[in-house]
């Protein structure tokens, strides 16, 4: 068949599969059950499973088709016969020996991370669902395909066939990317903002607004209970009372001070910052021994344990002040707009230290920066360096802080030689430490000077590893000796291991404390280490996680 010019273009023939392309597959069908960092349920794994078979048969057939290129000619029928007949063989066993193996290797993931062993039937499920899965995006890209060669056989009509295929597949590119942009992306868009939207207007049960003039929302306070947003509310109508602090440490305790502005107090981030300078004046919050800069995840919620534990540590003697700048989850703001929450970040810390470097050096608060995952990710949007950071604070913790924070980054990549990404030395620990579990707050054996600044993470947790450069440079926390929760047999692999990472962030607080993306176990430590309160012992520390741990699992 032969275009307006006379050029011959291709007939439309019965579709085959690649043979290439179903052999790689099979290969990225086998990496996809190797280990990574968390174990997933078996739709997560289905999910990662699909995506790298997909990936792995594209990869392939694209090389089948330069292979078929350079050759000039085609491969003698004898010689793919043979080929077939391997794969016909090969192929089913490496599934199964996938499946077997996976399983095993699913087993030893979940040991490391103290959680329950899954049945056989959890890896064969993941199996098939990775094999639909991957048929499905094989089938759109061929549909893709198939759309792009019919608009060059239209234009084939005009041009020469190779210019009219190249010009198909432009205008399929540029259809692909205003339905995903114009239609998918701002429906997926417009959805979530509806939907979380209005989750926000609810309250948690437990949250009730509270009596006290020390807390944003009540009658007292110049932020309404109900533009706190759900967060908000839960989080100045919870928390330890005077009595039960009082309880704890024996002698009498203050009433806390928490503040906040929702979404709905203000109408920007600069407002919003400065109505919680305004809460923080009225409360008298200038006046407590510690007071906290607290950048919330992305709904604006802050963790119970790492508020509570911080005003049990001092008796009430404390001030929390934060503000909502998304009611979407974390993952979601990720996607859709982080810069709210390095902008939310900044205005924040940079609004309430303003006003505290005006009071008197000897009465005022100690100032604390705080963040976790999302939050931390903000919080430390405020510090160009770790210079900034001690110049401003008399210390930080950061909790599961994700891995594209610009100051984290930083301090990692500048680590000392001898320790590992997962678990660094920075500036020999004078300053800057890093701890995966309390007994890591004593590393190094040197003197850690104020401020301190505390991060913590865990080797397997995902949010603090996942990077974009995973699809094809391995990590250094994999090329170097990993962490006691990480499995000996993970590997990395191009394109695979940032498929498994990807995935694993979808299930990072499945696992329990001390693992993933949970850090409440480590919290009452992690604050005692930083911040040193008065009179505190560890005989205190061990009583108070008991305490958090009941309470919060209620």
Not at 75 to 80: A, L, N, T, Y
Not at 359 to 385: D, E, K, N, T, V
Request: aromatic share 10%.
């Amino acid at each position: 068949m032969r275009d307006a010019t006379g050029e011959s273009r291709p007939r439309w023939h019965p579709r085959i599969p690649s043979l290439c392309g179903l052999a790689v597959a099979a290969v990225f069908f086998w990496l996809s059950f190797t280990p990574s960092l968390l174990p997933v349920p078996w739709l997560y794994q289905g999910l990662a499973t699909g995506v790298c078979v997909a990936l792995g048969y594209a990869i392939g057939a694209f090389v089948g088709w330069v292979v078929r290129a350079l050759a000039g000619r085609p491969i003698p029928k004898r010689v793919m016969r043979w080929a077939w007949l391997t794969l016909a063989v090969a192929g089913p066993i490496v599934l199964i020996a996938a499946v077997v193996q996976g399983h095993s290797w699913l087993n030893e993931m979940e040991r490391l991370v103290q959680m329950p062993e899954a049945g056989v039937a959890t890896t064969l499920a993941a199996a098939v669902a990775g094999l639909i899965v991957a048929l499905v995006f094989v089938g759109l890209a061929r549909l893709v395909r198939d759309l792009a060669v019919w608009a060059a056989r239209l234009l084939g009509r005009w041009v020469r066939w190779r210019a009219a295929l190249a010009i198909g597949w432009v205008l399929v590119a540029l259809l692909l990317v205003f339905v995903f942009n114009g239609v998918i992306w701002r429906g997926f868009v417009s959805f979530s903002d509806s939907t979380y939207s209005a989750a926000n207007d609810g309250t948690a049960a437990g949250a009730v607004q509270p009596q006290s003039p020390e807390r944003s929302g009540s009658s007292a306070s110049l932020v309404s209970w109900q533009s706190l947003g759900k967060q908000g509310r839960s989080f100045v109508g919870r928390g330890p009372t005077q009595a039960q602090l009082s309880a704890f440490d024996g002698t009498p305790a203050k009433e806390p001070i928490r503040v906040y502005a929702g979404l709905e107090s203000a109408p920007s981030d600069q407002a919003r910052a400065d109505l919680v300078v305004k809460e923080l004046d009225r409360t008298g919050a200038w006046t407590r021994a510690v007071l906290v800069v607290a950048t919330p995840t992305g709904t604006g919620w802050l963790e119970p344990q790492s508020v509570d534990s911080l005003e049990y540590e001092f008796n009430g003697d404390t001030a929390i002040a934060s503000m909502q700048y998304s009611y979407l989850p974390s993952w979601i703001s990720q996607l859709v707009d982080k810069s709210r929450a390095t902008e939310a970040g900044k205005v924040l810390f940079a609004a309430v230290w303003d006003r505290w470097s005006q009071l008197p050096a000897a009465s005022r608060p100690r100032l604390i920066a705080y963040g976790l995952s999302l939050g931390s990710y903000g919080g430390q949007a405020a510090f160009g360096s770790v210079t900034d950071l001690k110049a401003a604070t008399a210390g930080a913790l950061f909790l599961g802080t994700p891995n594209d924070t610009a100051l984290w980054s930083d301090i990692t990549a500048h680590r000392d030689a001898s320790s590992p990404e997962w678990l660094p030395v920075y500036g020999g620990g004078a300053t800057v430490r890093f701890a995966a579990s309390a007994a890591d707050l004593g590393r190094p054996a040197t003197t850690w000077s104020a401020p301190r600044v505390l991060y913590l993470q865990h080797a397997s947790d995902p949010v603090v590893w996942w990077s974009p450069k995973l699809f094809l440079h391995e990590p250094d926390w994999l090329k170097e000796p990993r962490g006691p929760d990480v499995s000996p047999s993970m590997r990395w692999f191009p394109i695979v291991t940032f498929a498994q990472v990807s995935v694993d962030q979808f299930v990072g607080t499945m696992p329990p404390n001390g693992h993933g993306h949970n850090y409440a176990n480590m919290i009452v430590a992690a604050w005692a280490a930083v911040l040193s309160p008065p009179g505190w012992t560890e005989a205190k520390t061990a009583s108070l996680e008991k305490l958090i741990d009941a309470y919060a699992n209620e």
